[in-house]
């Protein structure tokens, strides 16, 4: 018989991986509730494909910004050092030692000088105070420069024009309206807020155009551009020609005045130079070579993200001028963006939320963005509140602070403080707003606007989003309790379970509708898996609600197209099952049960839904496993002729043997005659329990004890016959795995007890097995069984590593029993 293997000619194993995916197969599931899990390996290896392989580091964008800054800061702090030198040299040395003794044209020329750089200086020390304030709208954001002068001339034309036409300003106002409207329903901008947007600030009544505070910015631009290029015409006049008057001889007040008047010239000349070459490599840089657009290429941020770019150089810039020049080195984007998150301005918000979400989700920059989010617990609250905010103007930022919790709950340490925040599930519970339950014809209108980067996700963006977070934070086990005592959020989970005949049928189904299922089923299977007295309360809380059942019902139903959500619907049944009122109300849910066996039996299924019959199977065993009702109801559906048979089909028999074993420990008396059908599968089990190992041997062994209790010592005679195997062979293979089995084994727990079971069925069926028995030293095997029996051998199924279902027998019991009967040669009728 094929057992998975193959061995090469030079003696050495080798598992394809084919082969070893239909041992997997041949063995059952890997995880399966029949033996104990550890729950949190499990988890955490379950979704280690969602936690992105090691990339390497890659050096930040923003640091092309900051030391641009740095560069810009250092010429700007030269020039600023070498004016105020030339000041202090023209008012000290000059005009207060040669004031009277300076021809005309040179006391002009000084006056003239101080007075442009004075005002140059103080336009300049103002200049980045309004180009900060330009930068804080949206709309309206652009770097001071030639360029954006020269597009924004346009604006004061028109401006002009509409002075003079006082006449067409209703018609010109209408439009204005319009256009406005317009804008604002394609940009999504925010209604009107009680305080000014600084950009916008009228400082006069008239021409606003001009006294706006983004376009002041502008003008001091200009006249320090001005102002320079006057001081170096000055300048360059008087050090070329050098008119400085006559010196009389003897007269010693003017012998020093040419020297003096020089090196203030030269120094009011270095200083415009200096200005005057950072405004041209501020323009280089900027204008021809894009260094801006280069970064935001760089951050993939797209178009928004010139406005988030701006608004971070210009902070950098500012830092390296008002401060120490390497202040600007120490920010980055993602410190920047969570500053301007805890703002008051809304546009500053949407600045801070999209820088997030983009460095968030680019794999570049994903884990150092989510580690700088994780240790700073103010803007994970401040995430979470944003999951609050329903206006519609508010969409965007609300999106992006649910995808970044979405990210941010992908790490473990992350998700738990996600999850320790006062009201975080309530706030993830405000995203699971089902169209079918809305309040109103407003709120279906309002959800109908959301996605506003992801269209194609349609209504559905911010449910997935919200169950995609739950799902992650559902992988810890008190995360998962969370949720379950969250009032109203476990029947909303649910709810999006939901989705009826007509969607199963429809081929045009949406995929974002597909997938809020698969999630929906996919979280509500992790808390009902879960382990501990907190599954169990989940595990009712589950059951309880009245639509649970019936949903998983359509889907088994109706969803032969989706086998995955099929799996995962049966998994839920399964874990349900271990709690004693779920079981029956699963079962007395009508076609249930059918169903479960429609798939279990379905034949010409493609190889890789192979997965779905076993789950289909082992959702029946734990079903039928310690419910005389279910038990019944199986029967009624007339099945035990099937179950036998596929006993004969790798796939699936293991589960069969688990059903066919729990109907006859659970189904009671009364029900001998319809279960007399077991016995044509004796053949088929004894040929298993000498050739098979592990799980499959297992399960035949336990069912096997069963088997031989519904006939006659002339039927077993017979059905050993056919299986072309003595009483020996079967005793030899019982006592080789007590030997090979010394120790409680975790993947087959209950292999020595069904062992020792049917050993001792053996032993009172014929009194020659007990010599036998002896004779291959059954009493040594079960006297070291006594000295490491332990209680993982005394249940059917687990929870994680908790045992449920107790067996009414100990293994302890009956390897004593065992043993009384091989040293007393007695045997009984009765089985144990």
């Not at 270095?270 to 970064?295: D, H, N, R, S």
């Not at 473990?412 to 599930?425: D, E, T, Y």
């Not at 992790?526 to 907190?534: E, I, K």
């Not at 490491?788 to 390897?815: D, P, Q, Y």
Request: aromatic share 8%; charged share 25%; glycine share 6%.
């Amino acid at each position: 018989m094929d057992r998975g293997t193959s061995t090469e000619d030079d003696g050495s194993i080798y598992l394809h991986a084919v082969e070893l995916q239909r041992l997997s197969e041949t063995a059952g599931s890997s995880t399966t509730i029949f033996e104990p899990q550890d729950s949190i390996g499990k988890r955490e290896s379950s979704n280690a494909s969602s936690f992105s392989p090691t990339i390497p580091t890659i050096r930040a964008p923003e640091k092309k910004l900051t030391l641009f800054a740095l560069r810009l800061a250092v010429l700007e702090k030269a020039a600023t050092g070498l004016g105020t030198l030339g000041f202090i040299w023209a008012t000290v040395v000059l005009l207060g030692g040669f004031a009277i003794t300076l021809d005309k044209t040179d006391f002009w020329f000084i006056t003239i000088i101080l007075l442009i750089e004075g005002a140059r200086i103080f336009s300049r020390s103002h200049e980045l105070e309004w180009q900060h304030q330009a930068t804080w709208s949206i709309a309206d954001v652009g770097i001071n420069s030639f360029r954006a002068i020269r597009s924004s001339s346009h604006h004061l034309i028109e401006a002009i024009k509409s002075i003079f036409k006082p006449i067409s300003l209703g018609k010109h106002s209408r439009r204005t309206r319009e256009i406005t409207r317009g804008d604002g329903a394609r940009n999504c901008q925010r209604k009107p807020t009680r305080t000014w947007a600084s950009s916008d600030v009228p400082l006069l009544p008239y021409a606003q155009w001009v006294f706006l505070t983004r376009n002041i910015s502008k003008l001091l631009y200009w006249l320090q551009l001005a102002s320079a290029t006057t001081c170096v015409v000055l300048s360059l006049m008087k050090l070329i020609k050098h008119d400085y008057g006559e010196v009389a001889k003897g007269d010693t007040d003017k012998r020093n005045r040419h020297a003096a008047l020089n090196i203030f010239y030269s120094l009011a000349l270095a200083e415009a130079l200096l200005f005057l070459l950072e405004k041209a490599y501020w323009e280089w840089t900027v204008i021809y070579c894009k260094l801006l657009e280069e970064v935001n290429k760089e951050c993939d941020l797209g178009p928004s993200g010139m406005v988030s770019i701006r608004r971070f150089f210009y902070d950098a810039y500012s830092k390296c001028v008002n401060g120490s020049i390497f202040d600007g080195l120490k920010m980055d984007m993602v410190s920047f963006a969570m500053d301007l998150l805890d703002s008051n301005s809304p546009d500053e918000q949407l600045i801070g939320a999209r820088i997030l979400r983009q460095f968030a989700i680019n794999a570049r920059f994903s884990d150092d963005t989510l580690q700088k989010i994780g240790i700073n617990l103010a803007v994970i609250e401040r995430l979470v509140d944003m999951l609050n905010w329903k206006d519609p103007q508010e969409e965007e930022i609300r999106l992006s602070a649910a995808e970044i919790l979405s990210k941010l709950a992908g790490k473990k340490q992350n998700s738990l403080r996600v999850a320790g925040i006062p009201g975080a599930m309530e706030s993830i519970s405000s995203l699971l707003q089902n169209h079918r339950n809305s309040g109103g014809a407003t709120d279906a209108i309002d959800e109908k606007k959301i996605s506003l980067d992801h269209a194609h996700y349609g209504f559905w963006t911010f449910n997935h989003l919200g169950l995609l977070i739950l799902k992650k934070l559902a992988r810890d086990h008190d995360n998962c309790g969370k949720i379950g005592n969250t009032r109203g959020l476990l029947p909303k989970i649910i709810d999006f379970t939901h989705a009826g005949e007509s969607l199963w049928r429809n081929e045009h189904a949406t995929s974002s509708q597909i997938m809020t299922v698969k999630r929906s089923l996919q979280l509500v299977k992790m808390l009902a898996s879960t382990t501990g007295t907190t599954g169990a309360h989940l595990r009712r809380e589950i059951s309880e609600v009245v639509f649970t059942i019936s949903n998983i019902r359509d889907i088994l139903q109706y969803g032969d197209k989706h086998p995955m959500l099929q799996k995962l619907g049966i998994e839920i049944l399964t874990s349900l099952a271990l709690e004693e009122d779920a079981t029956e109300r699963i079962g007395g849910t009508g076609g249930i049960l059918k169903e479960l066996f429609n798939i279990f039996f379905k034949v010409g299924m493609p190889e890789n839904q192979n997965h779905v019959r076993i789950a289909a199977g082992e959702a029946l065993a734990m079903l039928a496993l310690d419910s005389r009702s279910n038990c019944h109801r199986i029967l009624k559906l007339k099945v035990v002729e099937k179950l036998v048979e596929a006993l004969e089909v790798a796939l699936i028999r293991i589960n069969a043997a688990r059903i066919l074993r729990n109907l006859c420990t659970f189904s009671g008396a009364g029900c001998f005659n319809q279960l007399r059908g077991v016995i044509a599968a004796a053949p088929t089990v004894l040929k298993a329990i000498v050739s098979e190992e592990y799980k499959l041997q297992e399960v035949m062994i336990g069912l096997a004890a069963h088997v031989f209790r519904f006939m006659t010592r002339e039927e077993s005679d017979i059905m050993f016959e056919r299986a072309g195997i003595t009483e020996f062979d079967l005793a030899n293979t019982l006592v080789q795995i007590l030997k090979k089995h010394q120790h409680p084994p975790v993947k087959v727990p209950r292999i020595r007890r069904f062992s020792i079971e049917l050993a001792i069925w053996m032993m009172r069926d014929k009194a020659t097995n007990v010599q036998i028995f002896k004779e291959l030293g059954l009493e040594e095997e079960l006297e070291a069984v006594l000295e490491t029996t332990a209680e993982i051998e005394n249940f059917n199924v687990f929870s994680g590593i908790v045992g449920l279902s107790r067996h009414s027998i100990t293994i302890h019991s009956l390897a004593e029993t065992a043993l009384k009967l091989l040293t007393e040669g007695k045997y009984h009728a009765t089985s144990p």
